[in-house]
């Protein structure tokens, strides 16, 4: 059976992600996770190397597409509206 977590994130990582994916800034993820900014962006560039993205958005836009992480319906919507795309 194939892994979920096929790009091989890590449990902070993915936390990291998650809370992305609810809407936290950069500060907040440090302030929700108990982790620095330092280890907030190193996580964020791990994030992307291995999402094979360059933005937050893409990021949270990709995991959302491969059941990394789940978030309500009116979150999507605004990452969908700060894009300007419909899927």
């Known amino acids: 059976m194939e892994s979920k977590n096929k790009y091989w994130l890590t449990p902070k990582e993915l936390e990291v992600l998650q809370r992305l994916a609810m809407g936290d800034t950069y500060k ?40 990394l992480v789940s978030v309500s319906s009116h979150i999507f919507i605004w990452y969908l509206n700060d894009i300007q795309i419909f899927v």
Do not use: D, F, P, W
């Not at 440090?30 to 094979?52: A, D």
């Not at 933005?55 to 995991?63: R, Y």
């Open 28 to 67: 907040m993820v440090s302030e929700n996770c108990g982790i620095t900014m330092g280890t907030v962006n190193y996580h964020i560039v791990n994030i992307y190397q291995k999402l094979q993205v360059n933005s937050k958005t893409s990021a949270v836009i990709k995991a959302m597409r491969e059941k």
